[in-house]
C-alpha cells in the first residue's frame, strides 16, 4: 500500500527557545520511504539525533519567535496485517532487555494498578488471544471524545472516565498489557482511515519475538500505518515539544492512499 503525507505546523514562541520535532516517517521494517522534503523555515539552528530504539529521529530546533513546518513524503508499506490470534506469548526469561523494559510503568501508564483487573478480566487467554481481546474490550467500551482528556491524563483516567483519544486509548492498552507481562510500547503512526486526520497513536506488542503494529481505536490495521516513532508512552513521542510556551496558528495532518 503507498500513501502520501501533508503535514503543515505554524506556531508562535511567546520566547525564543528549542524545539523537537518527532514527524518524518521512520526508515523502519516494512515500510520504505519513497520520497521526502520537509522545510523548516529559517530557524537560528537545526541538529538531528536518533529517536528511542534508533526508530525516526529528533529535529532539534533553535527559533526566536516561530516555528514553520513543511513536510511531504510518499510511502509504501510492506508489512502484513499480523494473526495476532495465532502469536504467542515470550517468558519474561527469554525476553531482550529491549523487551524486559516495555514491562515497567511510565509516565502515563501506571501499570501496578492494573494487575488485578487485567489478569481477572482476560486471565483465561494467552499472548495473541488476550490482546486481541484487550483491544476489542478498549474499542468497544470507551468513547472517542476529542478534549475529554489532556497532558496529565493517565491510563487510569482513562480506565475510569472512558473515553479519551487515540493517545488515551493506547496508554491504556499499554497498561492493560504490561500487566499481563506483554511488552507493550506507544508508537505514533500516519494513517489514511483516521478521523478527523491527525497524528496518530498506536501500540506496539511483543509476542512471537518480534513488535506488532496495534490500533485500539480500531481506525488503522498495520498494513496501512507509517510508523514515526516509538516510546514508553506519549512523552517519549510527542510530535512537538518546545521549551516556551507555544501557541497555535496552523496545524494540518493529511495523510491519503494512492
Known amino acids: 500500500m503507498r500513501m502520501l503525507i501533508d503535514v503543515v505546523l505554524d506556531y508562535r514562541l511567546r520566547m525564543p527557545g528549542t524545539a523537537l520535532l ?19 523555515g529559517n530557524p537560528e539552528r537545526i541538529a538531528r539525533v536518533p529517536a528511542e530504539e534508533g526508530i525516526g529521529e529528533r529535529i532539534i530546533i533553535r527559533a526566536k519567535d516561530r516555528l514553520q513546518c513543511r513536510y ?8 502484513p496485517r499480523p494473526d495476532l490470534e495465532n502469536l504467542h506469548m515470550v517468558e519474561v526469561e527469554d525476553m531482550p532487555g529491549d523487551a524486559l523494559r516495555y514491562l515497567l ?19 483465561g487467554l ?7 481481546a484487550m483491544r476489542d474490550w478498549i474499542e468497544y467500551n470507551l468513547c472517542y471524545v476529542a478534549g475529554a482528556s489532556d497532558a496529565n491524563t493517565t491510563a487510569a483516567d482513562t480506565f475510569l472516565d472512558r473515553r479519551g ?7 491504556l492498552m499499554i497498561s492493560l498489557c504490561r500487566a499481563a507481562q506483554i511488552p507493550t510500547r506507544f508508537a505514533s503512526v500516519y494513517a489514511p482511515g483516521v478521523k478527523p486526520q491527525d497524528f496518530h497513536a498506536v501500540v506496539e506488542v511483543y509476542l512471537d519475538g518480534e513488535w506488532h503494529l496495534v490500533d485500539p481505536t480500531g481506525m488503522a490495521q498495520a498494513d496501512n500505518m507509517a510508523l514515526v516513532a516509538v516510546g514508553r508512552d506519549a512523552a ?3 510530535f512537538l515539544t518546545t521549551t516556551s510556551m507555544a501557541d497555535l496558528q496552523t496545524q494540518t495532518v493529511a495523510v491519503t492512499r494512492i
Open 126 to 132: 494467552s499472548g495473541g488471544r488476550k490482546v486481541a
Open 72 to 79: 511531504n513524503a510518499e510511502l509504501h508499506i510492506t508489512r
Open 105 to 123: 510503568p511510565s509516565v502515563y501508564c501506571p501499570v501496578d494498578r492494573f494487575f488485578h483487573y487485567s489478569n481477572s478480566r482476560f486471565g
Open 236 to 238: 517519549d513521542v510527542a
Open 22 to 40: 518527532v514527524i518524518e516517517a521512520a526508515g523502519a521494517m516494512g515500510q520504505d520511504v519513497v520520497q521526502s522534503t520537509i522545510d523548516l
Open 165 to 171: 483519544v487515540c493517545r488515551d486509548y493506547a496508554h
